[in-house]
């Protein structure tokens, strides 16, 4: 395997004293989670999750076999409009009553540039799982300015996800099915 900066990234987060398959912890003061959804055409509507966690595992010899566990807790959803959010945690959408988180497991990591990789996975909503593929970005890599003993990665993730392969086929198409998510993360080797 070629080494390029995605391993090099990996390789800088297991400092010599820290054995391989490391976790590292995600930042929630750093981190969020978004998403767009076109609304007849006549606008776009911003939301975000609220409420969510990883589990992020790195092999610092071999990027392919990072692991990533992200989970968001599905009442969390916040689009701005009270009326809105509670439609959206009902059975048309997230029930989130019976299906109360999202999960995403990953499957494999490939790299396919510099500083980009595919993080291929398993997505569960409302109990339904399909496989689902997202591009992980490095933003950047280095010693915190204000702590230089602590590492920090950032990454942007992002991808769409097809709503009605989950079984939340309500008004799709006329409020669009395809659903781009981002997020925006840093994250450090755990202590």
Do not use: C
């Amino acid at each position: 395997m070629r080494v390029g900066p995605v391993l090099a990234a990996t390789l800088v987060f297991a400092a010599p004293s820290l054995a391989l398959s490391n976790p590292y912890v995600l930042d929630r003061s750093h981190a969020h989670v978004t998403f767009e959804v076109d609304h007849l055409g006549f606008s776009t509507v911003h939301g975000q999750f609220r409420e969510f966690d990883a589990q992020i595992e790195f092999d610092p010899e071999n990027v392919e076999s990072t692991k990533v566990r992200f989970v968001i807790e599905a009442a969390s959803i916040d689009t701005l409009w009270e009326e809105r959010d509670k439609h959206l945690r009902a059975a048309d959408f997230f029930d989130v009553e019976n299906h109360p988180q999202i999960v995403f497991e990953s499957t494999s990591v490939k790299p396919t540039g510099g500083e980009t990789a595919e993080v291929t996975g398993n997505l569960t909503m409302r109990g339904v799982t399909n496989e689902v593929t997202v591009l992980a970005t490095l933003n950047k890599l280095g010693p915190s300015p204000f702590d230089p003993n602590r590492t920090v990665a950032g990454f942007t993730v992002s991808g769409d996800i097809d709503r009605t392969d989950f079984g939340m086929s309500y008004a799709a198409p006329a409020v669009s099915a395809i659903i781009p998510l981002r997020v925006d993360l840093e994250m450090s080797p755990a202590q």
